[in-house]
């Protein structure tokens, strides 16, 4: 086993919650294998393949003549938000979403842009997405593209002009409900979920007609308030379990389950594979009186794809309590276990652990922990429930208790890849420790963020220079790292793996790198200038293999401080494309300087303190004492911090809503807004004695 070590800097760990906190080739000879070679020269879903093995044969570019590629083409998108969207190419057309829920079409050759389609979501939805408002990418079927919008659509777009075709609200918009994932197509089916389970909301995912947008079936992951009875869903043959598993109150909070990501379809079975949220609120005491499993929390849940029918699930978190979702990215693979070849559903979720179980019935297979866990000892071999550490269940102890990993998760939404040619799963992981409380005196706050774990003693915590991240190789047979790049920075970009013998991962740092798949060595990297965490996507055409990826730092790595080399250069996000021997150059990416602009008023220590609380509703977006240096501004350098009347029209009245900036009369006070604007003040003015 290697390790490569590249002495990371130290720096100090910025984060509290909220925030204050494939191509699916299948080559014969491979052991692990039991397919026939299967070759895919288009890109032409996520992933690659229903399958979502992100993984293509072609081997045009390899490890041999990696270090050959250059610059295509780019196009560059019109905010700097996030990008985490994986590409899709089909027929000589690139399709991709961007932030805000945008599509572009470009010709994949070239990059000519063909069309673009903005579904105009409010700027206010902003607020109630947890982590940027991103979109992780668009599904094509029959002449159409397929995106779901922030602020709850789902819309088909005509994929020659652009046109809208249809366009269907998925969500109650009176609670908090966003779309950031990306649809599956099933059959004539399309497929969404939604989030927000931090905010209060009870989650499901529908399935529409792909012609007509018309409401096929919905599948509820959690129960509703029982007085109400059954949902008239194809979920209510299974109330009556849910609801066993369920004690309290939950309804009252929404209870959580959102299927915010994970959507698999698995022809071969036909059926869904979903990965469903968090609890809603996180602490089960809270939520559900400290009793039950929370069917289905943190699951792996089954439906027959045409009637959203229950088949199986596997819960990976009974009782979940510490946000630990299992709606990280899901695998299909066919693996050979004891001689036999077993089709498999693999999946490294938030809690750490790396799990195996058979596709056709949900059958545990293996676990074992892929990062640092204290949560756990163990999964229990025979029944796949992990064997709980007693002080991790804060909510029963009363004493807070640092968790590893913590609610950021071991592994996030960022794709993992599996190599039928290695026979490897490689992981983006990373570790941030959080300290985790029974908050006694919890309210429940509509569309706020609702997880009553935090405490004075919460957060991230004394050991939290250790943020860190790695891509760890993974063996889904031994269960057991192959070997590891420890990298500086936690939420390090999804994975692409190639027949080439190549792994491609970009990362916070502005980098997108190229590295054997066989052993970790690094053999080529390209200067993004911005930070890269969406997985490429590879095709060929007229013989020539391209590399297509995301550039854009998204989700909660944009609340990091300190990520980017070059922060007051940061560029708009843009679609990078890659192919051998090309000559394209990135143009300079222009100059950020703005100094700090602190106001003329000197505050008193009172008023000071009071803004830093009260700075605790902007704290999400801008990072704390407004140390964001990633794609919000700095707020030490706004215009407006001089200017007590521009301040108040932005932050009290909300004159840039349709930026994504909401305006808070509703939660302050004239003067508690006029208080944050003297502390981030004070902060401007410590800068500038720098």
């Keep these: 086993m290697r390790n490569h070590q590249p002495n990371p800097p130290k720096r100090n760990g910025i984060l509290r919650f909220a925030m204050l906190a494939l191509a699916l080739a299948l080559p014969s000879a491979c052991k692990q294998m039991g397919h026939p070679e299967v070759v895919l020269e288009d890109w032409q879903a996520i992933g690659g393949s229903n399958a979502e093995q992100f993984y293509s044969s072609l081997d045009q570019v390899n490890a041999g003549n990696v270090d050959g590629l250059g610059l ?40 000519k842009e063909l069309w673009k389609f903005d579904p105009e979501v409010p700027g206010s939805t902003a607020y109630i997405a947890c982590c940027d408002v991103v979109n992780r990418g668009v599904a094509v079927s029959g002449g159409r593209v397929f995106v779901g919008s922030l602020d709850g659509r789902l819309i088909a777009l005509d994929a020659k002009s652009g046109d809208k075709l249809w366009d269907v609200l998925t969500v109650d918009t009176a609670k908090p409900y966003t779309i950031t994932g990306a649809p599956r197509v099933a059959g004539d089916l399309v497929v969404i979920g939604n989030g927000g389970a931090d905010y209060g909301v009870r989650g499901y995912v529908t399935a529409y007609d792909a012609k007509t947008g018309e409401q096929v079936w919905r599948f509820y992951t959690v129960p509703g308030d029982p007085a109400k009875g059954p949902d008239g869903a194809a979920s209510d043959p299974k109330l009556a379990a849910m609801l066993a598993s369920w004690s309290g109150k939950w309804f009252e909070y929404g209870g959580g389950g959102t299927v915010w990501d994970a959507i698999v379809y698995d022809e071969e079975f036909g059926q869904l594979l979903i990965g469903t949220g968090n609890g809603s609120p996180w602490n089960r005491r809270i939520r559900s009186d400290g009793k039950g499993d929370n069917l289905y929390l943190s699951s792996i849940v089954a439906l027959d794809a045409r009637t959203g029918a ?44 790396f799990y195996v179980v058979d596709r056709k019935d949900g059958s545990f297979i293996s676990a074992n922990n892929f990062a640092a866990v204290n949560w756990a000892t163990g999964v229990d071999p025979k029944t796949g429930r992990p064997i709980e550490s007693p002080e991790a269940r804060y909510e029963k102890t009363g004493k807070s208790f640092s968790l590893r990993p913590a609610f950021l998760g071991a592994h996030s939404w960022h794709p993992m890849a599996f190599s039928p040619k290695t026979g490897l799963v490689y992981i983006p992981t990373q570790e941030i420790p959080f300290s985790y409380g029974d908050q006694e005196n919890f309210t429940f706050q509509p569309g706020e963020f609702n997880v009553g774990a935090m405490t004075a003693e919460g957060g991230v915590d004394a050991e939290s220079s250790r943020l860190t991240g790695a891509m760890v190789a993974w063996d889904p047979v031994k269960q057991e790292e192959a070997w590891r790049i420890d990298q500086a920075y936690p939420g390090n970009g999804g994975i692409l793996a190639t027949g080439g013998n190549l792994i491609f991962q970009g990362g916070p740092d502005g980098t997108f790198n190229a ?126 911090l001089s200017d007590a009347a521009a301040w108040k029209a932005i932050v009290y009245d909300g004159a840039l809503e349709a930026n994504g900036m909401v305006g808070f009369k509703d939660k302050l006070k004239p003067d508690q807004v006029e208080a944050i604007r003297l502390y981030i003040g004070e902060e401007a003015r410590a800068l500038e004695a720098q």
């Design 72 to 111: 295509a083409w780019f196009a560059d998108f019109d905010t700097r938000r996030g990008q985490e969207a994986n590409v899709v190419m089909t027929s000589g057309v690139l399709y991709t979403s961007t932030a805000w829920s945008k599509v572009y079409a470009y010709d994949a050759r070239s990059g």
């Design 310 to 353: 229950y088949k199986w699930h596997f819960q990976e978190t009974p009782g979940e309590a510490w946000d630990f979702t299992a709606t990280q990215p899901i695998i299909l693979a066919d693996l050979r276990l004891d001689g036999e070849v077993r089709k498999v559903a693999m999946q490294a979720p938030k809690n750490g652990f």
């Design 515 to 640: 590295y054997d798949a066989r052993d970790g060595d690094k053999l080529w990297s390209a200067d993004a200038q911005s930070g890269v965490v969406a997985a490429a996507a590879t095709y060929v055409l007229d013989g020539e293999q391209y590399v297509a990826v995301a550039a854009g730092l998204g989700g909660s790595n944009a609340l990091f401080a300190g990520v980017l080399p070059r922060p007051d250069r940061l560029p708009n996000g843009r679609l990078l494309v890659f192919k051998l021997g090309a000559k394209a150059k990135l143009p300079e990416a222009p100059l950020l300087d703005l100094p700090p602009n602190p106001p003329d008023q000197i505050a008193d220590a009172t008023t000071v303190a009071a803004g830093a609380q009260f700075f605790g509703y902007c704290v999400t977006c801008h990072g704390a004492a407004s140390k964001v240096t990633a794609i919000m501004p700095d707020l030490r350098r706004s215009a407006s």
